[in-house]
T-cell receptor
Framework: DQQVKQNSPSLSVQEGRISILNCDYTNSMFDYFLWYKKYPAEGPTFLISISSIKDKNEDGRFTVFLNKSAKHLSLHIVPSQPGDSAVYFCAAIPTQGNLIFGKGTKLSVKP | DSGVTQTPKHLITATGQRVTLRCSPRSGDLSVYWYQQSLDQGLQFLIQYYNGEERAKGNILERFSAQQFPDLHSELNLSSLELGDSALYFC???????????FGSGTRLTVV
C-alpha cells in the first residue's frame, strides 16, 4: 500500500510558465515532506522541504504547499526553465522511520 | 559530486549469482541508507545503518543483506539473484538532519 502517491507519471510545460507537481499521502504521522529532483544517471538531490506544521515554504522559484486536511502537497516552479526537466520525487518522513518516496513525475520543460 | 560514492556504476550478472554493492558515505555522516528503484517504481527503502549498527529495515528480501564497517562504508550483498532484482540501487547518507539525505549516483544491476 503506497503511503505517498504521485498520480501523474509525466508533465509537460512551456518554458516560462508554471509547473505544478502534485503528491498525495495517506499517513497523518508524517513530520516532514520533501521534494527531490533526479536527472538521468544521477542520484536524487534534495530540492525543498516543508514541516507538517507549515502550509507553505518558498525557495527562489520553488514553492511547496501543504494541505493537511486534504493530505495533499504540491510543488510549484515559477518560471519553469528547460534545466528543470527531470524526475521529481515527493517524499515524506514519519516521526520514527525513514524517507518514503512516491513513484516520481517526469517534468519536461519545452523551450 | 554529492560526496556519496557508489561502486560499481553498472553490474551485469546471471541469475543465481551473488553480488556486492559498495557505498562510501559523505564525510562525517554516520547513517547509511539503501534504496532500490525498479522500473516504474519509486525508491523503496531497504535498510539503514547507523555507526555500524542496523537501525531500520524496510522491504528487504531475505536474500539481501547489508553491513556497515568501522570506517562507515557500507556493502549491500544480493544473493541467489533473480531477473526481478534488476534495478537501480541507491545509497544515501545522513548526518541526522531530516533534509540531509545525500544520495550517490547509484549502481545499475542487470540480472540476465
Amino acid at each position: 500500500d503506497q503511503q505517498v502517491k504521485q498520480n501523474s507519471p509525466s508533465l509537460s510545460v512551456q518554458e516560462g510558465r508554471i509547473s505544478i507537481l502534485n503528491c498525495d499521502y495517506t499517513n497523518s504521522m508524517f513530520d516532514y515532506f520533501l521534494w527531490y529532483k533526479k536527472y538521468p544517471a544521477e542520484g536524487p538531490t534534495f530540492l525543498i522541504s516543508i514541516s507538517s506544521i507549515k502550509d507553505k515554504n518558498e525557495d527562489g522559484r520553488f514553492t511547496v504547499f501543504l494541505n493537511k486536511s486534504a493530505k495533499h502537497l504540491s510543488l510549484h516552479i515559477v518560471p519553469s526553465q528547460p534545466g528543470d526537466s527531470a524526475v521529481y520525487f515527493c517524499a515524506a518522513i514519519p516521526t520514527q522511520g525513514n524517507l518514503i518516496f512516491g513513484k516520481g513525475t517526469k517534468l519536461s520543460v519545452k523551450p | 559530486d554529492s560526496g556519496v560514492t557508489q561502486t560499481p556504476k553498472h553490474l551485469i550478472t546471471a541469475t543465481g549469482q551473488r553480488v556486492t554493492l559498495r557505498c562510501s558515505p559523505r564525510s562525517g555522516d554516520l547513517s547509511v541508507y539503501w534504496y532500490q528503484q525498479s522500473l516504474d517504481q519509486g525508491l523503496q527503502f531497504l535498510i539503514q545503518y547507523y555507526n555500524g549498527e542496523e537501525r531500520a529495515k524496510g522491504n528487504i528480501l531475505e536474500r539481501f543483506s547489508a553491513q556497515q564497517f568501522p570506517d562507515l562504508h557500507s556493502e549491500l550483498n544480493l544473493s541467489s539473484l533473480e531477473l526481478g532484482d534488476s534495478a537501480l540501487y541507491f545509497c544515501a547518507s545522513s548526518g541526522g538532519d531530516v533534509t540531509g539525505y545525500t544520495f550517490g549516483s547509484g549502481t545499475r544491476l542487470t540480472v540476465v
